[in-house]
């Protein structure tokens, strides 16, 4: 008799029989299963403060997700993530009020300026690493806030109001419902390009490059191109997060929305999900942002808990949820074939 | 011309404090090879702290000084021994323990920043104590506080730089920042000696805080500008060499005030950073710095 496995390894392993049931159908079919799950949302959610809460979560996937590339996976520690959301956020908010683009168009003109900003931090990591490239992008991120705090054309402290929400023809993104069905699009298209480009041979080369420079060189990978690549891909995220933050009602900015401690809970994310686990990002804008929600009454002090719980897991989870979650399965595979194994000694001694 | 001399006496005094705090950061990175991302929160708690030792004792400012800077050095023991300590057993590598040191320190500071404010609350404090009339060159009012600095400041660093170099126990302390396993082999007490470290670095950035105090108010969000501003310093002076930390902390100062002086004043906590990019990207070493640890 065959024993029975435990009860989690054969969930995973239902899972994974399914995903790889709906790949053979069409690689893309996961993805279009989950877009379904997610569509209905606002439907499920009565409450129009949940429904923000679920865009507000998507753009903060796409911001984890983007920033977990370059820092898990490249491995080059970057804290002025929140400058590059910033100036997504203000370059599309001064294209629609000052321009009169539409969306459409000052979306990708944000993503592009953005993309420019991002090679901008990147520059600094070809000669600095670790602690001095810290101070450089918090140095870079600071400053784009003080910036905006201090320059008139861009509100200054009153923030600047009146970005419209985007529109196709008559239809206009104006609720917090309607949005949702342009937020979790351009999330799940982002996490779909973060699974294709971390498992491809790009990703492979971040990670080459994080554990070992020098090997890395040696092994043929550019280093200073896929450091760049990697602040490139991640800035490009940063900065469809901030134009949809931008154009999302009440289309209002204020540099206090892009402070160091935006960049803690942001940090919060990536390392609470995992530091270079692929579903990191993705694990720790959703936990962090319900558990910030839940807790919004003892707001005195969130960043105490924020604070406690980033040296707590840095001390004593460095992998983060998604590690955990790694370690379990591998266990229970582990006791599964021990004790298949065990089972089969049994018989033949039988 | 005196416009120009009032500047000069302001940004060195200011610069002084940017070097004391820089003082701190520079000997932790020299004697753990870890940047303290959490340094600028012991300045702002040991600003507190003055104030707190003023209130409640009565005493007269040298001894509030005094008085914050040991307790911030305790608490920097404490925090040293409770929290990072198991990330810098490893030594100190940049990738993986310096990455984990950054993301530490940076959790540390927000959290620090909260139990602040739990304390004190959001609100700016001014500091209880008045020096009198200010005193006045030439047609220039300068209060007394920026000359209280100058002296302050020049005390604490020749107490520090006659602990390092003419003590045994100072010696120890630089042998650890030299090597830390040969230092261990002849019978230093490493782990001591970088809690002493910790302590003295903390005790550091709250004389900063408390020299500051006078000048400015005294708020919970001080920490942050403060922690870049030394980190600019710092570099500017040449990470890991004591001297430079002063030497760089008035630069910065200087910098930082013709600036604001003379071009626009209200991007005046932008210019620390651009002297820092620019000397980071074009001499890493800093003015006064000789090593730099690059990992092999």
Known sequence: MMAEPAASLRFVDSVERGLARL????????????????????????????????????????????????????????????????????????????????FWISLPIAVGVTLLAGMVVGIPSFRLEGAYLALVTLGLGESVRLFISATEYLGATNGFSGVPAPRIGEFRFDTYQKYYFLVMPVMLLGVFFSFQILRSRLGRAFMAVREDPVAAAASGVNVRRHKMIAFMISAAYAGFAGALYAHMIPGYLNPRNFTVIEMVTLLLMVVLGGLGHIWGGIIGAIVVTIVYDITKDYYHYSLLMFGMVIV???????????????????TRRFIAIRERQAEAARDEAD | MELLLDFVIVGVSIGIVYGLVALGISLIFSGLDIVHFAHGEFYMIGSFLGIAVILFTGAPYFWALIGAMIISGVLGVVVERVFYRRLTRGGGGYTVAGMGMIICGFGMSVALQNVAYLLWGAAPHPYPVGFGMPIFLGNIALPKSYFYILICALVLMTVLHTFLTRTKLGLAVRAVAYNKDTSYLMGVNVPVMISLIFGVACAMAAAAGVLIGPINYVQIEMGYLMLLKAFAAAVVGGFGSLPGALLGGIVVGLFETLCAGYLIASYKDIYAFLLLIVVLMVRPTGLLGILVKVKA
Request: aromatic content about 12%; hydrophobic content about 60%.
């Open chain 1, 23 to 102: 790949r053979a159908i069409h690689p893309l079919m996961p993805w279009v299963i989950a877009a379904l799950v997610l569509a209905p949302l606002p439907w499920v959610l009565v409450n129009t403060y949940h429904v923000y809460l679920a865009n507000f979560i998507c753009l903060m996937i796409l911001l984890s997700v983007g920033l977990n590339i370059v820092k898990g996976f490249c491995g080059q520690v970057t804290v002025g993530h929140v400058g590059l959301y910033a100036i997504g956020a203000y370059t599309a908010a001064v294209m629609s009020v000052n321009f009169g683009t539409p």
């Open chain 1, 312 to 330: 707590l897991t840095v001390l004593f989870m460095p992998k983060g949820i998604g590690g955990i979650i790694d370690r379990f399965i591998a």
